[in-house]
């Protein structure tokens, strides 16, 4: 599936991963590919996915890589997945 993270400064996260995992209102879950369609709010916590999309060189920063996982941390923001395309809207 297409995974996008963006914030209001810039896009951070672009390309094809095999799971996302994000922090809900409700609890932590995870999207993997031919999820049914979701819009959610996030709260603080990580945003960690699995895969090789490209990172933008000037965040890359902002990013962990451990076991084949990458992880980011966020303050909030929404995500919504449909067609095998997740968005992260983070701040």
Same mark, same amino acid.
């Given at each position: 599936?297409?995974?996008e993270?963006?914030?209001?400064e %810039? +896009?951070?996260? +672009?390309?094809? $991963?095999? +799971?996302? *995992?994000v922090?809900? !209102?409700?609890?932590? @879950?995870? !999207?993997l #590919? #031919?999820?049914? %369609?979701i ?7 990580e945003?960690? @996915?699995k895969g #090789?999309? *490209?990172?933008?060189?000037a965040?890359?920063?902002n990013f962990?890589? /451990?076991?084949? /996982?990458?992880? !980011?941390q966020?303050?909030?923001? *929404?995500?919504?997945? +449909?067609? #095998?395309? $997740?968005? $992260?809207? %983070?701040?």
């Amino acid at each position: 599936m297409y995974l996008e993270i963006v914030t209001p400064e %810039a +896009s951070l996260v +672009s390309g094809e $991963v095999e +799971s996302v *995992t994000v922090p809900g !209102m409700d609890g932590e @879950f995870q !999207m993997l #590919n #031919n999820h049914a %369609a979701i819009v959610s709010l996030l709260v603080a916590g990580e945003v960690r @996915f699995k895969g #090789n999309p *490209t990172i933008a060189e000037a965040h890359a920063k902002n990013f962990i890589q /451990k076991d084949g /996982k990458w992880t !980011m941390q966020i303050k909030g923001g *929404t995500v919504e997945c +449909s067609d #095998n395309k $997740v968005i $992260v809207l %983070a701040d």
